[in-house]
């Protein structure tokens, strides 16, 4: 069944505010068996809420509204509510009640303006607020057949009333959705879509979706069925074709990070790294596996040379090879008196403009006992980016040697 979330406020269309109450509600409706179609967020405007909510009621099943339910007169969402649908706004005694108590167990005189926090429209029932002074409406429509829920703006009180208030009346949905996400690396967005193949295409059960953040592609999952147990039954069949098709890439399941998988591998064969880091990747492989106390214990030593004259003491600004005799004197030492089974080593960067083209240019290298692979990790973009990618370059190498052991 289809469903849509509205976010009211001002805050939120000019941007001082971030709307996460919609993606929040989103994934607690997905796995609920919703499927969500549409995210509005819309500023205080009276004519611009009666006509979404029309829309809305029209088009979903299910329509959650949160904010503006406020005793400040820029808080409409009560009275925009109960107009859209011809309804007169009614004071609701218990919510009154409980709104007054709360101002008295603070000690203070509750100011007449909060009276309107109990107003509802006629044809609705008022969610009870155990957090806030805002109670929540339910209204259930049958001309067009819709729900349609309004809860406060502020995601504690959002989302109790939602788990403790609002699920139990709630349209029951006889489709069950269960999403889980395959983690990969190495290919493009383009290119893994390509490897996919019909996979992704629109209209599948399970549905496939591609994300790329800062060089890892993240397929989405998605399946539908009259159970979880089918849900996962489907899911598991769609996984192992993702692995068949894009191989060593895939890294893992869930939310876990490159760097995350690489430190388990060294842990679990008691193994040690170490780290040689040049502006390519400017400490961030240090960072990351430096986390967690368990995973930093693999790393045996670590150093940042910030710039191509701090790696040797010959080298120049303009010395764009001296940097890899520099380092690879140190990583053999480091390899040959047992500090470390493996070393990370990257390179100065530094930019290059052809035919108009901005590049960012730098090199990794991973060495041990029979691994010795240099990784030229150029590429087009800004440094932050350009050092997400080296470094995850530069462990995903790691990741596919120690795989292969």
């Known amino acids: 069944m289809k469903a849509e979330i509205i976010a009211i406020g001002s805050e939120l269309t000019c941007g001082a505010r971030l709307d996460t109450n919609s993606q929040w509600l989103s994934i607690e409706l997905e796995g609920r068996g919703w499927t969500i179609q549409r995210h509005t967020t819309v500023a205080d405007d009276r004519a611009a809420m009666i006509r979404i909510y029309q829309e809305a009621a029209k088009r979903s099943r299910l329509v959650l509204i949160t904010g503006g339910l406020g005793p400040t007169l820029d808080d409409i969402t009560r009275d925009t509510l109960a107009e859209a649908f011809n309804q007169p706004l009614i004071e609701d005694a218990d919510s009154l009640h409980h709104i007054e108590s709360l101002f008295q167990s603070r000690g203070r005189e509750m100011p007449e303006r909060n009276k309107v926090q109990?107003?509802?429209?006629?044809?609705?029932?008022?969610?009870?607020?155990?957090?806030?002074?805002?109670?929540?409406?339910?209204?259930?429509?049958?001309?067009?057949?819709?729900?349609i829920a309004v809860l406060p703006g502020v995601p504690t009180e959002m989302k109790r009333m939602f788990l403790e208030q609002l699920t139990d009346h709630l349209p029951t949905s006889t489709v069950f959705v269960k999403r889980s996400t395959v983690r990969t690396f190495g290919y493009g967005e383009s290119d893994a879509e390509r490897l996919l193949g019909d996979l992704t295409a629109?209209?599948?059960n399970p549905e496939v979706g591609i994300t790329a953040s800062q060089a890892v592609i993240t397929l989405s999952v998605t399946a539908r069925a009259g159970s979880y147990d089918e849900c996962d039954m489907l899911a598991d069949g769609v996984k192992e074709d993702i692995r068949t098709r894009l191989g060593d890439a895939v890294f893992g399941e869930g939310e876990i990070e490159l760097h995350e998988v690489v430190g388990q591998q060294l842990l679990d064969k008691g193994l040690s790294i170490a780290l040689l880091e040049g502006p390519t990747t400017g400490g961030l492989i240090g960072q990351w596996l430096t986390e967690t106390e368990e995973i930093a214990s693999r790393v045996s030593y670590s150093r940042?040379?910030?710039?191509?004259?701090?790696?040797?003491?010959?080298?120049?600004?303009?010395?764009?090879?001296?940097?890899?005799?520099?380092?690879?004197m140190q990583a053999e030492k480091l390899l040959d008196d047992g500090t470390a089974d493996y070393v990370i080593m990257s390179s100065p960067t530094y930019l290059v403009h052809e035919s108009g083209v901005r590049q960012q240019k730098g090199s990794v290298i991973v060495a041990g006992k029979n691994l010795n692979v240099i990784q030229d990790v150029s590429m087009t973009g800004n440094l932050a980016i350009f050092r997400n990618r080296a470094a995850r370059s530069a462990l995903n190498q790691l990741r596919l040697h120690l795989k292969s052991l």
Not at 313 to 321: G, L, R, S
């Open 304 to 328: 940042l040379f910030p710039t191509a004259m701090s790696l040797s003491n010959t080298a120049t600004p303009d010395d764009k090879e001296a940097w890899e005799p520099a380092l690879r």
């Open 118 to 147: 109990a107003l509802r429209p006629e044809n609705s029932v008022s969610i009870h607020n155990a957090h806030g002074t805002a109670p929540g409406i339910l209204m259930n429509l049958s001309d067009p057949e819709c729900t």
């Open 202 to 204: 629109r209209g599948r």
